[in-house]
């Protein structure tokens, strides 16, 4: 059974705290994606990579980073947290095929205090 | 450019009753078109996707879908609504994967 996984499906920080959220892909996909989801706003992209070490701004990029040092590992970074990223993260991947199906993780739920 | 539109918000019907959720969306080329469902604190799962084969699209648990090109709509439907329908529903209108976009989603609520 293909799996995304997102290892802290909770998290609660204080602003200006640096984050981490890890995403791990077991379909060898080259591309993996961070999305954001808020209420009334659906899904926004934020990043994706299309290979090890390559990275592309999605939608909404400010305030964020990423890391992807792995083919199966993509990393979500917020520098320094602010109240307004308070939000479910979604990670999801998909192989070379092109037609726009996403796998997805279960999401991260991040509260910024 | 591409946008997809999902007319409700939210959607109640009974159970046994059918479901239609609706989606229209507009693009500059042929899409790729998807619905994805969202239970309660999960991720997204593929429900089916139009890709320019057939366009009346059969998916999983029994909802189906119909592309339209001349009405820009891709609207899902399902005959008799369960209470495990109740989730939150997006569509999702592809120029690749890397040009995908969300509809607002609409969230089906099923009452016994």
Not at chain 1, 15 to 35: A, P, R
Request: some cysteine.
């Amino acid at each position: 059974d293909v799996k995304v996984t997102q290892s802290s499906r909770y998290l609660v920080k204080r602003t200006g705290e640096k984050v981490f959220l890890e995403c791990v892909q077991d379909m060898d996909h080259e591309n993996m994606f961070w999305y954001r989801q808020d209420p009334g706003l659906g899904l926004r992209l934020i990043y994706f990579s299309y290979d090890v070490k390559m990275k592309e701004k999605g939608d909404i990029p400010e305030g964020y980073s990423v890391s992807r040092e792995k083919k199966e590992r993509f990393s979500l970074i917020l520098e320094s947290a602010s109240t307004n990223q308070t939000s479910m993260y979604l990670c999801a991947s998909c192989g070379t095929d092109n037609t726009g199906e996403l796998f997805f993780g279960e999401g991260s739920r991040l509260t910024v205090l | 450019a591409q946008s997809v539109t999902q007319l409700d918000s939210h959607v109640s019907v009974s159970e046994g009753t059918p479901v239609l959720l609706r989606c229209n969306y507009s693009s500059s080329y042929s899409p790729s078109l998807f619905w994805y469902v969202q239970h309660p604190n999960k991720g997204l799962q593929l429900l089916l996707k139009y890709t320019s084969a057939a366009t009346l699209v059969k998916g999983i648990n029994g909802f189906e879908a119909e592309f339209k090109k001349s009405e820009t709509s891709f609207h899902l439907t399902k005959p008799s609504a369960h209470m495990s329908d109740a989730a939150e529903y997006f569509c999702v209108v592809s120029g690749g994967y890397s040009t995908l976009t969300f509809g607002k989603g609409t969230m089906l609520l099923v009452s016994p």
